[in-house]
Structure formats: C-alpha cells, structure tokens
C-alpha cells in the first residue's frame, strides 16, 4: 500500500479550510446592498428572513449564519426577476416552513412568501437539468438508483424526476454560488467550477462532472458540501464516523479525471458548511489522497450497471440498505409515517 504523507496532507488540508473561510470572511465588511438591487430587495430580504436568515442584523455583527444569509438573499436577488418568465411550479418545494394564518412579514403576507419562495426554489437549475449521470451519480452506493438514472440517459425510462426540490438543497446551491464569487477576492489560484472529462463509458457515453474549485498550487480539487451541525446526517456525527463512501468516491472520480488531462491532482478536500451554526470554527475540511482503485472501481461498476440496463436485468438489482439509500430505503419510510 502506498504510504500517505501525513505532514502534506495536514498542510493540504490547512491550506484548502484556510481559503474557504478567507472567503467567507471576506463578506463581512465588503458587502454592500447595492442600487442597482433595490427593486427586488425588500421581497428578497422578507424572503430570507422567511427562511430563517437574518443576512443584515442590525447590530453590525457577522457570523456564519449571517453569511449563509447573504448567499440566500443574494440568490433570491438574481432569481426573483427570472420567476415570471420561467416559472415552473411543476416541482413541489420540499421543507419550506409553515405559514401561520394571517402571519405578516415586512408587508407582505406570510402566504405571499410561502408562494414566491415556492417559486424561486422550484425553478430548476441546470444542474437539476443534467441528465448524463455524472461522479455524484457514479458515486450513488445504491445500484437500483444508478441503474434507474442510466435508464434515464439512455431513453428506457422517461427521465421524470423526483417531482420536488428540497430547501436544503437549494440553500447549498445559494452557497456555492457565493463561494464561487468570493473566493477568487481573496485567493487568484483557484480555477472555479470547472468541466472535467472522466471516462467514456461504452453503451452510456462520456461521464463528466463539474469540480468547484481545483488548486493547483497545493494539486488538489475541493468540494462544498453543505450540511447540517446536528442531527443523525449531521457534521458532528460525520465526524466521529468519517466521511461517506460516496463522497469519497465522487472525488476520486474528480481527481481520476484530472489526472487523465494532465493536471496537478492528487488531493480530494471536501470541505463542510453548516447551515445551522453561528461559528465558522465549524467549517471542517476532510482531506484524503488519491487513490487509482477507488475511482477504477467506480467505473467498472458503473460499466456492469450499464449492461444491467440494456440487458433488462434491473429487476435483479437490490436497494441499498447498508447506507441506507434515502430514496429507495428512508424515503418511503418517512412517507408511511406520514400518511
Ligand atoms: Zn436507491
């Protein structure tokens, strides 16, 4: 086995953590309500506070929270002009919170929010859109999910998606975005978001993924996750338990493909922002080596599932209950509780 070189990846590691929160710091005094927004401002900020945020506290004060505030409003800033034109209410919006009759916020009612912020959330983003399966989808440990999604790609099943969009997802969203702005004001190094080949798979086609931010001086790539602190998926659990599998595998995938174009990668940071803490001390970078059979095997199980589908074999294939899969295993759960 190859050694790690633990002194490197500690330094990889400080360094990588080190720009996230530059960044992030980096909002605290250079954010300014700009003039140009005023029109959509106020709804955008009663929708930010709807959702919990305060991105402008009135005592000045600055924290993490604030600035997962900031990246939310900032986002419904952008996308509340483009609600009208595109509107998709076709998907339903997943973990927004609950309007109490007559409950008013800044002028408008609480029941105008739930409906715009519905609006706002529920317009698909292009990567919503993106129908080749890519590393995070390679990484899915749950067969029966990527087999589904390379039925999809490849025109056997209808490509219908989930039908909903959850919250979360969407403040993660907000959040790499504003990450994307900042970072290049306090680091020059980084490339952001970039498009990288990972392998052609024969029946299926050219897997690529986008990575958020490769640093060549440290040769290393580094992936956002947002998250929460607590609870059962939370950091802190994350933490003791370490990082899941399929994390690890879609950044290895990231590196794989790479290294294949003769880039400097042999680092995978993922770095953790929690939605639900004030303290930026919070923010955890995970760092781990490349490692070649990781990612090969990835691919070669994508490969057996490709044939899977196109032999129509699916039905053998089993959920994953290990993990367990969230959509195949946790899912109907919480729906016959619900029900
Ligand atoms: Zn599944």
């Given at each position: 086995m190859r050694t790690v070189d633990m002194k490197q990846k500690d330094f990889v590691r400080?360094?990588?953590?080190?720009?996230?929160?530059?960044?992030?710091?980096?909002?605290?005094?250079?954010?300014?309500?700009?003039?140009?927004?005023?029109?959509?401002?106020?709804?955008?900020?009663?929708?930010?506070?709807?959702?919990?945020?305060?991105?402008?506290?009135?005592?000045?004060?600055?924290?993490?929270?604030?600035?997962?505030?900031?990246?939310?409003?900032?986002?419904?800033?952008?996308?509340?002009?483009?609600?009208?034109?595109?509107?998709?209410?076709?998907?339903?919006?997943?973990?927004?919170?609950?309007?109490?009759p007559g409950g008013e916020s800044g002028g408008e009612s609480g029941e105008v929010l739930l409906e715009l912020a519905r609006s706002v959330i529920g317009m698909q983003s292009a990567r919503d859109l993106q129908r080749m399966p890519g590393p995070s989808d390679l990484a899915n440990q749950c067969d029966v999910c990527l087999a589904d999604k390379i039925a999809q790609a490849l025109g056997i099943d209808s490509g219908a998606t989930q039908g909903h969009i959850y919250v979360k997802t969407w403040i993660g969203t907000a959040m790499h975005e504003k990450l994307e702005q900042s970072l290049p004001?306090?680091?020059?190094?980084?490339?952001?978001?970039?498009?990288?080949?990972?392998?052609?798979?024969?029946?299926?086609?050219?897997?690529?993924?986008?990575?958020?931010?490769?640093?060549?001086?440290?040769?290393?790539?580094?992936?956002y996750k947002s998250a929460d602190l607590l609870g059962s998926f939370g950091l802190k659990k994350m933490r003791q338990a370490g990082v899941k599998v399929a994390y690890v595998w879609q950044t290895m995938l990231y590196l794989y493909g790479l290294r294949r174009a003769g880039m400097p990668a042999d680092w995978a940071n993922l770095t953790f922002i929690p939605r639900d803490s004030r303290n930026s001390s919070e923010v955890w970078t995970a760092t781990c080596?490349?490692?070649?059979?990781?990612?090969?095997?990835?691919?070669?199980?994508?490969?057996?599932?490709?044939?899977?589908?196109?032999?129509?074999?699916?039905?053998?294939?089993?959920?994953?209950?290990?993990?367990?899969?969230?959509?195949?295993?946790?899912?109907?759960?919480?729906?016959?509780?619900?029900?």
């Open positions: 400080d360094f990588v953590r080190s720009k996230t929160l530059k960044a992030i710091g980096h909002s605290s005094e250079s954010d300014r309500l700009h003039e140009s927004e005023r029109a959509s401002r106020q709804t955008a900020l009663n929708l930010t506070r709807f959702l919990g945020y305060e991105p402008y506290p009135q005592d000045g004060s600055f924290d993490l929270h604030t600035w997962v505030g900031r990246a939310i409003y900032e986002k419904m800033t952008r996308d509340l002009p483009k609600v009208d034109q595109g509107n998709d209410r076709a998907l339903s919006v997943k973990g927004l919170p609950y309007v109490a004001k306090v680091y020059d190094g980084a490339n952001l978001e970039i498009t990288v080949d990972i392998e052609n798979i024969s029946g299926l086609g050219l897997v690529s993924g986008h990575v958020d931010v490769h640093l060549p001086e440290v040769s290393s790539i580094n992936d080596a490349y490692m070649d059979h990781v990612a090969v095997f990835a691919l070669e199980r994508a490969k057996s599932l490709v044939d899977v589908v196109r032999f129509d074999r699916r039905h053998t294939l089993k959920p994953d209950k290990q993990t367990p899969c969230f959509t195949c295993v946790i899912l109907p759960r919480l729906n016959k509780q619900v029900a």
